[in-house]
Nanobody, 118 residues
């Protein structure tokens, strides 16, 4: 089993920055893919960015140029640097890890709250 714990959320003004972290522990295998998702108030969870084990990253159009995903495989850590935050970025941010070859398993963290408000 894998445990994911997000941190780094909080209150920030529009235009500000935050850096989210996700710590993975347990049965974490190399070759996994990790990603960040966002769920705004009253909305469905949406994909923001993903990163392969080799560091190749992918972004949703809504965050390209503002958010940067990164990882440290030696520490089983995932990060999301968020710049130029907007009010619509408010919500809960979740970390996801996928791993496995013939069968894919996915794990989710409990989320961290981000509030963008003046």
């Amino acid at each position: 089993h894998v445990q994911l714990v997000e941190s780094g959320g909080g209150l920030v003004q529009p235009g500000g920055s935050l850096r989210l972290s996700c710590a993975a522990s347990g049965s974490v295998f190399s070759g996994n893919t990790m990603g960040w998702y966002h769920q705004g108030p009253g909305k469905q969870r949406e994909y923001l960015a993903g990163i392969q084990y080799n560091g190749r990253a992918n972004y949703a159009d809504s965050v390209k140029g503002r958010f940067t995903i990164s990882r440290d495989n030696t520490k089983n850590m995932l990060y999301l640097q968020m710049n130029d935050l907007k009010q619509e970025d408010t919500g809960v941010y979740y970390c996801k890890l996928e791993q496995g070859t013939s069968l894919r398993y996915e794990y989710w963290g409990q989320g961290t709250q981000v509030n963008v408000s003046s």
